[in-house]
């Protein structure tokens, strides 16, 4: 089953770190462009970075120096690392997968960010 699986996520207080990871299966392939979104209640789901295959990055300008994205291409994986965390930051976090044949998404990991 084509699936990505995302983990990580959790309370913390302001100014702490997170990272998230996602893994997806084995039968995603030709995986171009990974990255990540958030969503909170109520409004559009938001971009915060993508990587493409050859490792360049975008970030969002709210994240932009806070959040950093990588790749492990031959494991089909990609990881956020959330650092000076703020409340405006707390969301539902999705990977993204964009492959030939469409784009997939994972089912989220939420992320709270409260003192």
């Known amino acids: 089953q084509a699936q990505l699986v995302e983990s990580g996520g959790g309370s913390v207080q302001p100014g702490g770190s997170l990272r998230l990871s996602c893994a997806a299966s084995?039968?995603?392939?030709?995986?171009?462009?990974m990255g990540w979104y958030r969503q909170v209640p109520g409004k559009e789901r938001e971009f915060i970075a993508h990587i493409t295959s050859v490792d360049s990055t975008n970030y969002a300008e709210s994240v932009e120096g806070r959040f950093t994205i990588s790749r492990d291409s031959a494991k089909n994986a990609v990881n956020l690392q959330m650092n000076s965390l703020k409340p405006e930051d707390t969301a539902l976090y999705y990977c993204?997968?964009?492959?030939?044949?469409?784009?997939?998404w994972g089912q989220g990991t939420q992320v709270t960010v409260s003192s």
């Open positions: 084995g039968s995603i392939v030709n995986i171009g462009v």
């Open positions: 993204t997968a964009r492959t030939p044949s469409g784009t997939y």
